[in-house]
């Protein structure tokens, strides 16, 4: 790899790929997609002539083959994530992988066994973590603005999906808990900086696809409390709530933020309420140039592999309470 450009290649046409990360790739000035590929050499050919990217290869292995690339992007549906990030890392390229890292906690450590086998960087891609508002959501609590943290609620939900979406095959580790409401829990471990003790949770499935179409969820922390919900046949919502002792942050795009406008923070407190805006920006842009960063200069990734399989277990948790 050049001293100055991460050298890319994407496995998979997702629309996730094609139409927001490898478009965020494209922005940075020390990152390029050079490769893409699909099992249809049609459609890698198609996305990369749309795209600008120089090759397009017809089978995954094909691009793991590919010289030319320093670092794999795995948008590919859950059950493959393992794989391929495995396959990946042995073939000397560091990966970014879409969340959630695996289907479940011994899934993930045999992806952490094989980082550390090749010595390859391998990062789960929670890229709402990298966008400035939540670096001022820590600013603000660390600051003591609301007291201490009491409780966190979120939601994270959206419409129904067609019949055949990877989202709607349980196979594929399909459903919302997993989709999106992974987010929700992510985003309370944080807020929190802890784990929690316990968790619980009711799950809804969808009777034609088994999958679970709604779930809530408690987790139970050593300082407090956090409840969700996340859904797919929904109006699109998210939203985070963060309650201090003595005031409340509400993180009002938390997830998917639009990386044209600012991000709003509604602080509410005994001197009254406020709004703090965070410049915009591409949360995923900021994500691989962190993690380009960690590749170039033999650092640790910016979010560490103890934090995915700790999401991981939690998800396990509500998963098991609530069937």
């Given at each position: 790899?050049?001293?100055h450009t991460m050298r890319w290649?994407?496995?998979g046409v997702a629309k996730i790929a094609v139409g927001t990360v490898i478009p965020a790739i494209q922005q940075s000035a020390t990152n390029e997609v050079v490769a893409i590929a699909s099992r249809s050499a049609d459609k890698?050919?198609?996305?990369?002539?749309?795209?600008?990217?120089?090759?397009?290869?017809?089978?995954?292995?094909?691009?793991?083959?590919?010289?030319?690339?320093?670092?794999?992007y795995v948008p590919l549906p859950n059950h493959l994530h393992a794989e391929w990030s495995i396959r990946a890392l042995e073939a000397g390229k560091h990966v970014l992988c879409e969340k959630p890292l695996a289907l479940g906690?011994?899934?993930a450590e045999t992806m952490v066994a094989a980082a550390e086998q090749t010595g390859g960087k391998l990062m789960e891609a929670f890229?709402?973590?990298f966008h400035p508002q939540w670096d001022l959501v820590r600013t603000l609590v660390a600051a003591g603005r609301i007291g201490p943290v009491r409780a966190v609620s979120s939601w994270f939900t959206y419409e129904k999906q067609p019949e055949g979406n990877i989202r709607n095959v349980p196979e594929?580790?399909?459903?919302?808990?997993?989709?999106?409401?992974?987010?929700?829990?992510?985003?309370?471990?944080?807020?929190?900086?802890?784990?929690?003790?316990d968790a619980a949770g009711v799950l809804r499935r969808d009777p034609d696809t088994g999958v679970d179409i709604a779930t809530a969820g408690i987790l139970r922390f050593p300082a407090g409390e956090s409840v969700f919900f996340c859904g797919g046949d929904h109006a699109h919502d998210q939203r985070v709530h963060i309650i201090g002792s003595e005031g409340t942050i509400t993180v009002e795009h938390p997830f998917t933020p639009d990386p044209h406008s600012p991000a709003t923070l509604r602080v509410v407190t005994?001197?009254?309420?406020e709004a703090l805006e965070a410049p915009a920006a591409n949360s995923y842009t900021i994500e691989v140039e962190r993690f380009a960063d960690a590749v170039r200069h033999d650092t640790p990734v910016p979010t560490p592999l103890s934090d995915a399989l700790a999401n991981l277990r939690v998800i396990e948790q509500v998963a098991a309470a609530g069937n």
């Open positions: 790899m050049t001293t290649g994407v496995l890698a050919a198609a996305a990369a002539t749309r795209l600008g990217i120089a090759r397009a290869h017809g089978s995954y292995q094909d691009l793991l083959a590919d010289p030319e690339v320093d670092a794999v906690v011994t899934e890229m709402y973590r594929w580790g399909g459903g919302m808990l997993l989709d999106v409401g992974c987010y929700c829990i992510s985003a309370a471990r944080f807020v929190f900086g802890e784990e929690p003790i005994p001197a009254g309420e």
